[in-house]
């Protein structure tokens, strides 16, 4: 792809990220796309760059070529943010990949973090606790997540603790305070939203708001013995909500008898078919 291709799919096809294959890191070292990351920059259109090829490969356990990989990541993710293009990193699976970008990206680095592959060999494995506790000190990792076997992909159904849910699994059903739930927050729903648009859990709050998580608390315990199923939730079982970052008290949003919550499934940023974007080059 040449520059002028690259401004007329910005310019008369409205697309506003591009991703690349981790397959043409040498040609992005050599200089070869640097008058497209310009523009990229200029324009502030999303790099989505894509590591999880390698990954696959049957060598990535081992040390030597791993840490050569890790290597050719650092100098990739230099390259890219002395541009000042956004960069999106995904595939992202290894505690070291997550501290050499952490150490190597400027303010608009961002990982995809991908917790639903555990079957990669990879040298220090994520885990949703060392990559929660992360998140605490960085405000740029997206939270894929993890592979739960739920009913059914599509099932509604209401965050509590006998269903199961990507918070469960996440906090290992330990007590947590509301600052950590807003940080589970911006990695799984918020971050994404804001940069690829994907909306993961959506109740039918105000026309158009959308709800990252609704803590439920019934008062009956017959509703719990249902798992949530189809269930309309009352407004008086509503704890709070995490809507875009924030917290929210139930009641401040909630008209009474016209919320329905529900969780819609959302695929992993991995392997969502981009609509607005294209292939580099």
Not at 151 to 177: A, C
Request: net charge negative; glycine share 6%; aromatic share 8%.
């Amino acid at each position: 792809m040449k520059r002028d291709d690259l401004a007329y799919c910005f310019i008369h096809k409205g697309i506003s990220s591009f991703s690349m294959q981790w397959k043409h890191v040498h040609k992005l070292l050599a200089g070869d796309f640097d008058s497209l990351l310009q523009f990229m920059a200029k324009h502030q259109l999303l790099l989505i760059f894509c590591t999880k090829a390698i990954k696959e490969s049957s060598l990535v356990r081992n040390q030597t070529f791993f840490s050569a990989y890790l290597i050719k990541l650092r100098e990739a993710v230099r390259h890219i943010s002395m541009t000042g293009c956004p960069l999106l990193i995904t595939g992202v699976s290894s505690m070291d990949e997550v501290r050499t970008i952490r150490t190597i990206g400027g303010g608009q680095t961002y990982i995809a973090v991908n917790l639903c592959n555990t079957e990669l060999d990879v040298p220090s494995p994520v885990s949703p606790e060392l990559i929660t506790e992360y998140g605490r000190l960085m405000n740029n990792i997206i939270l894929d997540p993890p592979a739960l076997k739920t009913p059914t992909d599509r099932q509604n159904y209401i965050e509590n603790n006998i269903s199961y849910s990507f918070l469960h699994e996440l906090t290992d059903d330990i007590l947590v305070d509301e600052t950590y739930m807003v940080n589970l927050c911006n990695m799984y729903a918020t971050l994404p939203a804001k940069l690829l648009g994907i909306y993961p859990q959506k109740g039918a709050l105000i026309a158009g708001a959308d709800a990252d998580i609704i803590v439920w608390s019934p008062s009956s315990g017959q509703d719990v013995a249902r798992h949530g199923e189809n269930i309309s939730i009352l407004k008086a079982d509503i704890k709070y909500l995490v809507v875009s970052g924030r917290l929210i008290e139930g009641s401040e949003h909630i008209k009474p008898n016209s919320l329905n919550g529900r969780y819609i499934f959302r695929d992993p940023v991995i392997d969502l078919p981009y609509k607005d974007s294209i292939l580099l080059p």
